[in-house]
């Protein structure tokens, strides 16, 4: 038999501690309230702390608890865990250094590892921690791992905000006289190659594998020139064996039959050589075009369409004709046109809102 503690507090007998272990949402305090009782009923330490799920020397604390802070004093104590390995500021320092990523000459790697971090980190805060530790700061950050876009070297982001911030001016300065007095649409256009030797897509498959799709190695093609209204939800598509003026010239004519009745069209594109208008390219009078700065495409949402229909309809997959590919470029455009709600989420920018 164990030697009994000693309740010293009397404003709860043995029936009011029970009742009262009845009453609490918390298990462990309903526990210790329990084992309490049984003290006071003049149980052993040994059968009490054994009711109560604890050893002897544990119980023996509790009632120590009980007796300096009465019922209160039984719930466990917030506990402050490990201090964290960075301070706030240094996580927002190693964010910083995450997303602007290494500098091959200095620092010796195209990309950070969570092993090139954990270097950095023990050289600049002094913090030695395993690269899985490295990975968990990382994902406490937001930040993920992701395919990077690729972007010519010589993109000027100058040019590209400047592009955006004066949007409007810029197309005021577009439109021709005869379109002072109409409605203005803005038109994003573009074109995909769409055939053999296609691009493969992400899909779901379990951890640590490396699924297999299939891909044509075949070269047959088609090139699917479109164009999208944004704030009408409209598109206008044709389906070329080639990309040229001429193929660009028909691609107008479908635009300009499909702006709005009374309005003109304000088509932003790239700068490409069949963009530039010419007698080869005549351009319809309800349209204006207004180039995007060079080796700029992310201002341009068609890119986001085409990632769009190939990851949804054009990606993995073996076409044994050249019909076939364009049965599949008429199928995937209409897949897009059928969900207006899709191409506004797509394509919509906030920049690109103009009122003329």
Same mark, same amino acid.
């Given at each position: 038999m164990g030697r009994a503690v000693t309740i010293t507090r009397r404003e709860f007998d043995?029936?009011?501690?029970?009742?009262?272990?009845?009453?609490?949402?918390?298990?462990?305090?309903?526990?210790?309230?329990?084992?309490?009782?049984m003290v006071l009923e003049g149980a052993s330490r040994a059968e009490a702390a054994a009711a109560g799920g604890m050893d002897r020397q544990t119980l023996r604390?509790?009632?120590?608890?009980?007796?300096?802070?009465?019922?209160?004093?039984?719930?466990?104590?917030?506990r402050e865990g490990r201090p964290p390995v960075l301070t706030a500021e240094q996580m927002q320092?190693?964010?910083?250094?995450?997303?602007?990523?290494?500098?091959?000459?200095?620092?010796?790697?195209?990309?950070?590892?969570?092993? %090139?971090? *954990?270097?950095?980190i023990a050289a600049r805060y002094e913090v030695d921690i395993? /690269? @899985?530790? +490295?990975?968990?700061?990382?994902?406490?950050?937001?930040?993920?791992?992701?395919?990077?876009?690729?972007?010519?070297?010589?993109?000027?982001?100058?040019?590209?905000?400047?592009?955006?911030k004066n949007f409007a001016d810029l197309v005021t300065a577009a439109l021709p006289s005869g379109a002072a007095d109409k409605?203005?649409?803005?038109?994003?256009?573009?074109?995909?190659?769409?055939?053999?030797q296609g691009t493969l897509t992400y899909v779901w498959a379990p951890r640590g594998s490396r699924p297999v799709?299939?891909? %044509?190695? *075949?070269?047959?093609?088609?090139?699917?020139?479109?164009a999208i209204c944004p /704030? @009408?939800? +409209?598109g206008a598509a044709i389906i070329m064996p080639a990309v040229n003026s001429e193929a660009m010239a028909e691609h107008l004519i479908e635009i300009s039959r499909q702006v709005a009745p009374g309005a003109h069209a304000v088509l932003v594109c790239d700068g490409a050589g069949w963009h530039q208008p010419s007698q080869r390219l005549p351009v319809p009078d309800n349209i204006s075009l207004l180039r995007l700065p060079a080796y700029a495409p992310e201002l341009n949402?068609?890119?986001?369409?085409?990632?769009?229909?190939?990851?949804?309809?054009?990606?993995?997959?073996?076409?044994?004709?050249?019909?076939?590919?364009?049965?599949?470029?008429?199928?995937?455009?209409?897949?897009?046109m059928a969900t207006p709600h899709t191409i506004r989420s797509i394509t919509h920018r906030a920049w690109a809102s103009v009122k003329i």
């Open positions: 043995a029936a009011d501690l029970r009742r009262e272990a009845s009453r609490t949402r918390d298990g462990r305090v309903s526990c210790r309230l329990l084992a309490l009782a604390d509790w009632v120590h608890r009980y007796n300096a802070e009465g019922i209160a004093g039984l719930a466990d104590q917030p320092e190693l964010k910083a250094l995450v997303v602007a990523g290494p500098e091959p000459e200095r620092d010796g790697v195209v990309r950070w590892r969570c092993i %090139d971090l *954990r270097e950095q395993h /690269e @899985r530790t +490295v990975g968990k700061l990382l994902h406490r950050l937001d930040l993920v791992p992701l395919k990077p876009r690729p972007c010519h070297p010589k993109k000027d982001a100058d040019a590209q905000e400047a592009f955006q409605r203005i649409e803005i038109w994003f256009q573009d074109e995909a190659r769409v055939g053999q799709a299939v891909r %044509d190695n *075949r070269h047959d093609s088609a090139y699917l020139f479109g /704030e @009408r939800a +409209v949402p068609m890119e986001n369409v085409w990632e769009y229909l190939r990851a949804n309809k054009l990606s993995l997959r073996v076409w044994n004709s050249y019909n076939a590919i364009l049965a599949a470029c008429l199928d995937a455009w209409n897949f897009l």
